[in-house]
């Protein structure tokens, strides 16, 4: 299986930042899906997700996050949590202006999962349902340290990346995550703090008022993002629709498991019982 239909793009946030797009669409969809990637890591280490949900019939779009990837910004830098929002909006804006017609889903990992419920947070009714992979939703144990850092007077001062070996327990994912020359080797204070402190408060405040239909699913040894973040955000939000499934033993990156093609497939089935 190869993907068959790339193409790549740009889409302009500001004069001076860019965001690289890539699209893979499929004859005759029956949905679309928006990938929304996590902290450090690119659009192209989903390229076996975008196999499979091109062969469920679904096209898919992609986006780097700004300072990470191929997109444009200072690397490894964020300004305010909102930018990731709003830039995630305007790539909702770029699915559904090129497949107006298709009901579009989101599916975001680990920090991909924290915009993406920040984005249900403050852009409801535009989409047709979100995917949750190891949402990053509350202030996690791995960044408390943070709340002793005034990260706007350090701003680039920066975290080495040194989580590699806990992302999931197929040596190879983690060996070819450690040899990408596109995934950040570190990050600043002033984005980590925005992110995981100020932003995950913020959401933790405005839980409540997220109501579109959504699938939470984690890694029951995720030591990354703890698990309780999934029941968390499965327990305080208003969504009528929703459904939690924890997966024993898999680590955080549960789309590069052994088990990934069961994990989709869940998603998959999720999906289409909303199409």
Request: aromatic share 10%; proline share 5%; charged share 25%.
């Amino acid at each position: 299986m190869s993907l068959t239909n790339t193409i790549e793009g740009q889409l302009k946030m500001t004069e001076e930042v860019s965001l690289y797009t890539v699209k893979n669409p499929v004859e005759q969809p029956q949905a679309a899906v928006l990938i929304v990637h996590g902290l450090a890591e690119h659009l192209g280490r989903y390229e076996y997700v975008v196999e499979k949900l091109n062969s469920f019939g679904y096209s898919v779009y992609r986006f780097d996050h700004r300072g990470h990837g191929k997109s444009g910004g200072e690397k490894g830098y964020l300004d305010n949590f909102h930018d990731f929002l709003d830039d995630t909006d305007k790539a909702v804006a770029w699915a559904k202006i090129d497949q107006p017609d298709l009901p579009l889903f989101m599916l975001g990992h680990s920090m991909g999962g924290y915009i993406a419920a920040g984005y249900g947070v403050k852009y409801p009714g535009k989409l047709a349902g979100q995917i949750f992979s190891g949402p990053a939703v509350i202030v996690l144990p791995i960044f408390e340290s943070l709340r002793t850092i005034d990260f706007d007077r350090l701003p680039r001062e920066t975290m080495p990346n040194s989580l590699a070996s806990l992302i999931c327990r197929d040596q190879k994912v983690v060996q070819d995550y450690i040899d990408d020359p596109l995934v950040l080797k570190s990050t600043t204070y002033k984005l980590l703090g925005e992110v995981f402190i100020r932003g995950a408060e913020w959401l933790v405040e405005r839980m409540e008022t997220y109501t579109y239909p959504c699938l939470i699913l984690h890694g029951g040894g995720d030591q990354i993002v703890t698990p309780e973040a999934a029941r968390y955000l499965y327990k305080h939000i208003s969504s009528e629709d929703k459904a939690l499934k924890i997966y024993p033993d898999l680590y955080h990156e549960i789309l590069n498991e052994f088990e990934k093609d069961a994990v989709l497939e869940d998603i998959q089935q999720w999906i289409e019982a909303r199409i």
